[in-house]
């Protein structure tokens, strides 16, 4: 019978050459010698990845810019793209990216554009600072830089708003070949199962472990493709809940992949029994899988067990999210009867959640604030914040609840509606008026910068309308004198407002 390979770290003996291997790399990045990458898999990691990724990489608009000429536009093009894909998919990006760059093909044409302007462009895309600080970039680069961008990330990150380290190594080594390593959320992932990193990859001392792997990685010769190839393999093979690991072009340097192995051979040596003689469980046909360091703060935590039913998706680790702010807004459509009718919109102010865009009239609303109180309180913001006396309101109703979910906030609106005349003297907005406000059609509003939130309250509104007017939910209890027949006392209830 062969010896038993031991899932212990006592076991895990190294030969001499893998360690010398991995002291230098070790060296290099400052990473224990287990969650590193050896002298030897480095070459072997570029030229599997480099290999699979010019086979199977996708056709994205921003790559066929990555081959502009001037070197400019190459890297106001990347610039652009990088910052529309932070939190937001690429099949989403494209066509912003596509209208953006159709409108806006250079520096100098984004720069004299309006804030407006860029915030009608954004509309939809979400976290609506990322085109305002990218605006102002484009000014900057254009009045203080004479037109020209920084081509290494450190200038990057120091010269333009809204760029921090990723993009800034994104921008250099795609447009301008800097040698840098890149980490975003693909990019985790795959360093994290590939060297078996169990610690929570968000605290800064284990992503600067993972920031040490991707400079050491990266190959000086092609870093551009380099660092796509990384983020395109963590897009579409190691994905985060279902992981191709057997099309994975590079599973044999895969630490994470090896120990699912090894765990599954070490499970059928204890379904066969005696017969484990004919599994091979020499020290070299099964490979490493723990690391030898005390207290290493790449490992797995003590206090959390691997779970062997996830298997390579026992990595990466990450903290529970905190819960969502729940918040509740009054959310008033009021409707003027013109033809073609026209929606009251009002601009937020230029900070805080999305700042700049227009909504329609909205105020705070709590859990206990009934329809009469968020009525008076609609009332009062439209009388004294917006200057508007509307004495001639007619239609009045609720439409009900729109749930809408940002990235730390639980929102509810509780929309509302009433209609008033054309003959309204309330027709442009006052200079004294605390907020700017106008009135739009529905094509109007839908081409404004408005979130996709007020979008799906304004449908809300539309699906509403098309209601019969006797299923509209009343402001006020009408009593009625008839008789009901007997069918009606088997009628089911009906809940409100869910």
């Not at 200038?155 to 890149?182: M, N, Q, W």
């Not at 033809?339 to 102010?349: D, H």
């Amino acid at each position: 019978m062969k010896r038993k390979r031991s899932l212990s770290s006592s076991n895990n003996k190294k030969t001499a050459k893998s360690t010398e291997e991995e002291a230098t790399s070790n060296s290099h990045n400052g990473t224990n010698s287990y969650h590193a990458f050896t002298t030897s898999e480095i070459p072997e990691l570029r030229k599997l990845l480099l290999s699979w990724y010019d086979d199977n990489k996708r056709d994205l608009p921003w790559r066929q810019m990555a081959k502009e000429e001037d070197a400019n536009k190459r890297g106001y093009a990347i610039w652009v793209s990088e910052i529309m894909l932070q939190q937001t998919q690429v099949a989403t990006v494209i066509d912003y990216y596509n209208k953006w760059m159709k409108k806006w093909p250079t520096l100098e044409a984004l720069a004299s554009a309006t804030l407006e302007e860029v915030n009608e462009m954004w509309a939809g895309l979400g976290y609506y600072s990322r085109g305002r600080r990218l605006h102002e970039g484009a000014q900057k680069v254009v009045k203080d830089l004479q037109g020209q961008m920084p081509v290494t990330s450190v200038d990057l990150s120091k010269e333009l708003p809204g760029v921090g380290r990723y993009t800034a190594a994104a921008i250099a080594s795609i447009a301008f070949g800097e040698a840098s390593g890149v980490v975003d959320g693909n990019v985790i992932r795959v360093f994290t199962r590939m060297r078996c990193i169990g610690a929570n990859s968000t605290t800064p001392s284990v992503l600067e472990s993972i920031w040490s792997l991707a400079n050491q990685s990266v190959d000086p010769s092609r870093p551009g493709d380099f660092n796509q190839s990384m983020m395109e393999l963590g897009a579409t093979v190691c994905t985060p809940k279902t992981p191709a690991c057997s099309t994975c072009p590079v599973q044999t340097l895969c630490k994470a992949k090896m120990q699912v192995d090894n765990v599954k051979i070490v499970s059928a040596k204890k379904l066969i029994g005696n017969s484990c003689q004919e599994i091979d469980m020499s020290p070299s046909s099964i490979p490493d899988i723990e690391c030898i360091a005390e207290n290493c703060h790449l490992c797995l935590p003590a206090s959390e067990s691997w779970d062997s039913s996830i298997g390579v998706m026992n990595y990466p680790r990450k903290p529970k999210k905190k819960p969502q702010r729940e918040e509740k807004t009054a959310v008033c459509i009021i409707q003027r009867n013109k033809t073609p009718v026209e929606y009251l919109i009002t601009q937020r102010p230029q900070n805080g959640l999305l700042a700049g865009l227009w909504e329609f009239p909205s105020v705070t609303a709590t859990d206990d604030t009934s329809e009469k109180r968020r009525h008076s309180t609609m009332d009062q913001y439209l009388l004294e914040d917006l200057q508007m006396e509307l004495n001639d309101k007619t239609k009045r109703r609720n439409v009900g609840e729109v749930v809408h979910i940002f990235s730390h906030i639980h929102q509810t609106y509780l929309v509302e509606t009433f209609q008033i005349g054309d003959g309204n003297n309330n027709s442009e907005c006052p200079a004294e008026s605390g907020r700017q406000w106008r009135w739009v059609t529905k094509e109007q509003f839908l081409d404004s910068a408005v979130s996709t939130a007020m979008k799906k309250v304004f449908k809300a509104y539309e699906t509403d309308k098309k209601k019969p007017s006797s299923k509209h939910k009343s402001t006020k209890q009408v009593s009625s004198k008839k008789q009901l027949g007997l069918t009606a006392f088997f009628k089911p209830v009906t809940k409100e407002g869910k």
